[in-house]
């Protein structure tokens, strides 16, 4: 909602008038508490990538951060996770990984990347996921040879991607 819609709300369901600010403040308030807060759930990540690294230990998660330009802290760069399922993938699927990419909508931004296969019942597996600051050819390059890595370059592999520019 936009701030002049927020202050017509709350003039229609409560017939008091707030001012811009107030409105501004309630907005980001409840936004928050829909949503909650960014800058918190990055930091659960952490949290994450040791719980996945002990419960799944053959999987392979990294989560790069860079120093803080205000002094003390890390800030988050890039992360990647490829689960066990690549063992099912290796396995069954055929050695075509399909590749995409999409905006993160938050106010820190970045893309997600994922690559996927398809099973033999024609079913999307999801290989692998990462996080990056933004699309270019350095980050894709990046996730790629991680994949790479991952599932071996043995492999003769096909990869397409929506834009057919990988």
Same mark, same amino acid.
């Given at each position: ?27 980001? #308030? ?10 918190? =759930? /990055?930091?659960? @990540?952490?949290?994450?990538?040791? &719980? ?58 970045? #893309? ?10 024609? =079913? /999307?597996?999801? @290989?692998?996921?990462?996080?990056? &600051? ?33």
């Amino acid at each position: 909602m936009s701030i002049n819609v927020v202050i017509q709300k709350v003039s229609e369901s409560y017939c008091v008038k707030i001012s811009s600010k107030k409105a501004y403040w309630a907005r980001r #308030i409840a936004k928050e508490k829909v949503q909650g807060n960014y800058a918190k =759930q /990055y930091n659960k @990540l952490w949290d994450y990538a040791n &719980e996945v690294r002990r419960s799944q230990p053959d999987s392979m998660l990294l989560l790069l951060t860079e120093p803080s330009a205000y002094g003390s802290g890390e800030l988050f760069m890039r992360f990647y996770m490829c689960h066990v399922v690549k063992q099912g993938f290796l396995q069954a699927c055929r050695p075509i990984i399909g590749l995409d990419s999409c905006f993160l909508k938050t106010p820190f931004g970045g #893309i997600l990347l994922v690559a996927m296969g398809q099973d033999p019942n024609d =079913q /999307y597996y999801p @290989l692998t996921v990462a996080i990056v &600051e933004s699309e270019n050819k350095d980050s894709w390059k990046w996730f790629l040879q991680k994949l790479l890595s991952d599932i071996g370059h043995e492999h003769k592999w096909v990869f397409i991607s929506n834009q057919h520019k990988v």
